[in-house]
């Protein structure tokens, strides 16, 4: 087990993504983190972050482009407590939907999908933005403290939906239910925005920061 002292969060930067807000609400809760592209401070990272903002294609392009893949692959492959947000989560999955196919880098089997229109979602705005509820369908740490119906932020337009449903942790209901989190190992990653949802998400960040 590391000391407090010992721990150090990377947040990779592959401009795509809130680094700053996720970085200050790390240190809002008294942990250190910084904000690298660097490998070699991935390596060396207790816990690892990896936010996301924009398309999916474009984020798993920039992935690729700043040589970042193969950290975060091994950061998983090490079993260091890891955390997706946002596209962030979204990536790894096998592939999406969004402006075409495009690969995602696979660490769990499913698909991004694009909210469905239709009857269910004709009185609803896409994309999903704003607060609404998770529902903890798998109790784990980083959940501690936390209400298993907390409501927390969300600004997408495009949901996973796994392969595996015994990876799936939160789920949450914009019209159709869809997947709002899922864990596996120490990877822990969320549709929604820890960074964005207050006490609960500094809640969150928190008790990443001390996931052992």
């Known amino acids: 087990m590391r000391s407090d002292e010992a721990r150090m969060i990377a ?33 060396r990272a207790t816990h690892v972050v990896l936010p996301g903002v924009g398309a999916f294609g474009d984020c798993v392009n920039n992935l690729q482009r700043f040589g970042l893949v193969e950290p ?20 790894l999955f096998s592939e999406s939907e ?35 509820t998770i529902q903890v369908k798998r109790p784990m740490p980083l959940f501690e403290g936390i209400s298993p119906e907390a409501h927390v932020y969300f600004v997408h337009s495009y949901y996973v939906e796994p392969d595996e449903a015994d990876v799936v942790c939160t ?16 990877v822990f990653a969320c549709q929604f925005h ?11 960040l928190k008790n990443f920061g001390a996931w052992n």
């Open 98 to 132: 969004e402006f075409g196919v495009h690969k995602g880098l696979n660490i769990f089997k499913g698909k991004v999908k694009r909210f469905p229109s239709g009857a269910a979602q004709a009185s609803l705005k896409i994309p999903h933005m704003g607060w609404n």
């Open 72 to 91: 975060l692959r091994r950061t998983i492959a090490q079993d260091k407590p890891f955390l997706g947000i946002c596209v962030g989560f979204q990536v």
């Open 171 to 186: 789920e949450t209901r914009y019209g159709v239910p869809f997947v709002s989190s899922v864990t596996r190992g120490k």
């Open 194 to 204: 820890p960074e964005k949802s207050q006490t609960v998400g500094l809640q969150l």
């Open 11 to 43: 947040i990779i930067d592959y401009e795509r993504g809130n680094l700053r807000s996720v970085q200050k609400g790390f240190e809002t809760v008294g942990h250190h983190a910084v904000v690298t592209s660097d490998p070699a401070i991935i390596d």
